[in-house]
């Protein structure tokens, strides 16, 4: 049998497949293999997923940009336009992107205009260069009508960002906060405009057990609930196994109270 080639299987097809390799390899590797590759790396389909590495790291001491540089004989290219050359690849098309932490403000802008489709988006906890950058983010949401999927690496602006989710995303249900605090505030916010939320990932949050309670009565269609390792009431708290038992995915392991707590946590229990 006639021994058959990579580079001659059909475009369509191969575009399937280079679109799982990862951002890396699309940049570093596939274009380098032969022209078929070439040009089916090219191809906006290829770029629907894009996965940052956090720090644009490839090893200890040369970072991604340092390659991308080096392959494509480039000099002194910001992290900003490397950004935006790989976002505007997928020509409108990306609908998962995962950003590296320390974008700008202007950044935040080109994918807001440049990714109508987005369907999830990660902002890692060092997202933002400045307060400025993520006071914008709010203004942002509307125009990813599509979103369904959002993690943020911290809840400032939460309550404004979930205020504009409701208004813009009609399919949103998935939430992840890192190191959030949630109030009151917070919690009846989500509450609120997210009632029909999914999912919510809230571990290591700081929270008391009062606002855990009001999110637990609140949201009815959670099917999974993270709330592990969070400081502002006990895991094994008989109120809330009560409340979470229609919870297909609850978990709380490790959450506790501090120290200066324990008086304000009894109290709340005694009420029920």
């Known amino acids: 049998m006639e021994e058959r080639r990579w580079e001659d299987l059909e475009f369509d097809c191969l575009v399937n497949v280079l679109g799982r390799v990862g951002m890396e390899s699309l940049l ?3 274009p380098f293999v032969c022209r078929s590759w070439h040009e089916a790396s090219r191809s906006p389909s ?17 970072t991604l940009l340092d390659k991308f540089e080096d392959y494509y004989e480039i000099h002194n290219c910001s992290e900003d336009a490397f950004i935006k050359f790989v976002v505007g690849r997928s020509h409108g098309n990306c609908t998962g992107l995962s950003l590296p932490n320390d974008c700008s403000e202007e950044v935040l802008k080109y994918i807001a205009d440049k990714c109508p489709a987005l369907i999830s988006l990660s902002l890692p906890a060092d997202h933002f260069r400045s307060s400025e950058s993520l006071s914008i983010l709010p203004t942002l949401i509307g ?7 959002l993690w943020l690496g911290s809840s400032d602006c939460l309550v404004d960002i979930i205020t504009q989710i409701s208004l813009a995303c009609s399919n949103f249900s998935s939430l992840n906060v890192s190191s959030a605090t949630i109030r009151e505030e ?87």
């Open 28 to 30: 570093l590797d596939v």
């Open 46 to 62: 290829c770029w629907k997923h894009l996965v940052f590495p956090q720090d644009i790291y490839l090893t200890w001491d040369v």
């Open 143 to 149: 125009k990813w009508e599509h979103l369904e999927n």
């Open 186 to 272: 917070e919690a009846s916010a989500i509450v609120t405009y997210l009632p029909n939320i999914k999912s919510l990932i809230l571990r290591g949050a700081r929270m008391d057990l009062k606002n855990l309670v009001i999110i637990l009565q609140g949201c009815k269609n959670l099917v999974h609930l993270d709330v592990r390792d969070c400081r502002g009431f006990i895991s094994g708290d008989e109120r809330v196994l009560e409340l979470a038992s229609n919870i297909k995915t609850f978990m709380c392991e490790g959450s506790m109270l501090d120290d200066d707590e324990d008086d304000d946590h009894h109290c709340y229990v005694n009420e029920y």
